[in-house]
């Protein structure tokens, strides 16, 4: 199923590339001093697979996690999001160019539950958790770092940002090439399809998400996911 560049979508494409660019340049000198110790884990969230307009803002999020996993500056990643706009979990699809670009699939893993940005970090955390990584790191674009800020220091403090730093990755290159036969679901439903506009735009403010039942299993509570 193919999804037209829609308005918003070339906003938030134009805002990627604003916020990316100028922002990565004030923030790359103090990388290293940031990274001096490696994190248990990154989540990258996820992006449309087969989606023109998000091109390239899934190419920047793999080069980042390749060149964080790389050098060190992580020990394992987490890949999140489900099949939300095309018939590709997009968890599993960027594993697999995980493994394309060398990173040890030992050291990968796919979340599949996500649909909104709030939700990659929620479900990741309660992965990363359960397989007991405790410095956990989100690692993304300066625009949804933005957006996602706020959130991140109300309900999960001890997560860190690590926004691209475009010096270290090389945007002219191409990722390679990948059969992601085993990230397609023939169960697929576009968001678009499911939700109306407000129910995606509380879902995008994390309110698909109930914390309720008190627990200490996972930061003091049991998830409760409410899907509208």
Known sequence: MKRSLSTPAFISCALFLLCSYDKSKKESSDLNDKLANPYDVIIVPGVPYQDPSLKMVLKARMLWANFLFKKGFTKNIIFSGSAVYTPYIEGKMMKIYADSLGIPCANTFAEEEAEHSTENIFYSVKMAREL????????????????????????????????????????????????????????????AERENKLKRFKGTMGKNIIETIKDSSFYGRVPLIVKN
């Not at 475009?166 to 290159?173: C, E």
Request: glycine fraction near 4%; hydrophobic fraction near 40%; charge should be positive.
């Open 132 to 191: 007991g990584f405790k410095r956990i790191a989100l690692a993304t674009d300066h625009y949804q770092a933005i957006l996602l800020k706020g959130y991140i220091k109300k309900k999960f403090p001890d997560v860190e940002l690590i926004t691209i730093c475009y010096k270290n990755i090389n945007m002219k290159s191409e990722l390679p090439k990948i059969d992601a036969e085993s990230a397609y679901t023939d169960l697929f439903v576009s968001l």
